[in-house]
């Protein structure tokens, strides 16, 4: 899915910094994304698998590069955010972007749910990043996504602090970590 440019609650432009974060234990984290754009902050909260998603994808465009891709500048055209200062803070319901070839960048957008009844318009971002910039969030969503509960051997289910009774063992085994 993807949103029409003039749809967009919030434009960004070229972000000078990008960061996922993740708060609480295994099991019961929450997840967002840290956009800063001029005077504009956004908190962009994601599902765990959203962040696996961003993460996946764009590590493989990023090692997709050709050596010449990766000696070319990257520079987003799209200027910083110029309005007032703000703070934007929404639940990502949809995530979508693409590699640009021409600016050797990524331009991404990321979408809430509106409220029909009362007529509120979804929030939504967009922004641009570099190809370095690209690179650190995939590692950085990659490694937060990892560090999450160990999957069972048997049935990929994650296994809790305290166990796990397996479905595939018919709940006769109970596996723990550690």
Not at 28 to 37: A, D, E, K, N, Y
């Amino acid at each position: 899915m993807s949103m029409e440019p003039g749809s967009i609650t919030y434009p960004l432009g070229a972000l000078s910094r990008i960061e996922a974060e993740t708060f609480g234990e295994p099991g019961r984290r929450t997840f967002r994304l840290v956009l800063q754009s001029g005077r504009a902050t956004s908190h962009v909260w994601l599902e765990k698998e959203q962040l696996f998603q961003l993460g996946a994808g764009l590590k493989e465009a990023v090692d997709r590069q050709t050596d010449s891709d990766r000696e070319k500048d990257s520079s987003p055209t799209a200027p910083s955010w110029a309005g007032d200062e703000t703070l934007i803070e929404f639940k990502a319901r949809v995530l979508s972007g693409r590699q640009d070839e021409d600016t050797n960048s990524f331009y991404l957008q990321a979408q809430g749910d509106g409220d029909e009844q009362s007529g509120e318009e979804a929030p939504s971002v967009s922004f641009w990043i570099t190809v370095d910039q690209a690179s650190v969030l995939a590692d950085e969503s990659l490694r937060i996504c990892a560090a999450g509960r160990p999957p069972c051997f048997l049935c990929g289910l994650p296994i809790d602090p305290n166990g796990h009774v397996c479905p595939r063992a018919n709940g006769h085994a109970v596996f723990e970590t550690g």
